[in-house]
T-cell receptor, first 113, second 112 residues
């Protein structure tokens, strides 16, 4: 059983399109995150949700909108995709905002052409 | 302002050698310091972590050394193996703040 699963694994799309990435965790964790990893492998937090409530919203363009329908799911919708959005997006989860570390998904490689 | 500085950017070690990766932080409110290991095409995986009330933690071949006064911590991999070749990230977090700040990563290559 995959603990944190993301779909799709790969996403190739044209500039200007709208796309979504889905994330689900079966660990019973109460906090979920989206991280972006660029081509240099730098990991930057985008959003954090605790019990479905947004607690961290870093300086991310408002074209990115997270949605957490319940504690086990955190989706990421991206409007009007730009070339610079190309990256690997990781979903992660933790218990109690990370007191014992995070469990990451395997990532979604987004390529905007 | 980069809150967690990691070095070196890349590291090549012979099989059986010791790999050492260093991190320095600025925010004294950080209270949890994990290390993650990432293989190509995979997400980072929690390897080992330490809290500032101890100076060292060991799990198998992996040891974290923590120096609170210097605001530095390091990962030591003893008897490094080719299977340890991966990217390693240090991180620091304030556990009730809901985010971890990651270092820039170190690509470790262990030569047979």
């Amino acid at each position: 059983d995959t603990a944190v699963s993301q779909t799709p694994k790969y996403l190739v799309t044209q500039m200007g399109n709208d796309k979504s990435i889905k994330c689900e965790q079966n660990l019973g964790h109460d906090t979920m995150y989206w991280y972006k990893q660029d081509s240099k492998k730098f990991l930057k937090i985008m959003f954090s949700y605790n019990n479905k409530e947004l607690i961290i919203n870093e300086t991310v363009p408002n074209r990115f909108s997270p949605k957490s329908p319940d504690k086990a799911h955190l989706n990421l919708h991206i409007n009007s995709l730009e070339l610079g959005d190309s990256a690997v997006y990781f979903c992660a989860s933790s218990q109690d905002t990370g007191r014992d570390g995070y469990t990451f998904g395997s990532g979604t490689r987004l390529t905007v052409v | 302002q980069q809150q967690v500085k990691q070095s070196p950017q890349s590291l090549i070690v012979q099989k059986g050698g010791i790999s050492i990766i260093n991190c320095a932080y600025e925010n004294t409110a950080f209270d949890y310091f994990p290390w993650y290991q990432q293989f190509p095409g995979k997400g980072p995986a929690l390897l080992i972590a330490i809290r500032p009330d101890v100076s060292e933690k060991k799990e198998g071949r992996f040891t974290i050394s923590f120096n609170k006064s210097a605001k530095q911590f390091s990962l030591h991999i003893m008897d490094s193996q080719p299977g340890d070749s991966a990217t390693y990230f240090c991180a620091a977090s304030i556990t009730n703040a809901g985010k971890s700040t990651f270092g820039d990563g170190t690509t470790l290559t262990v030569k047979p």
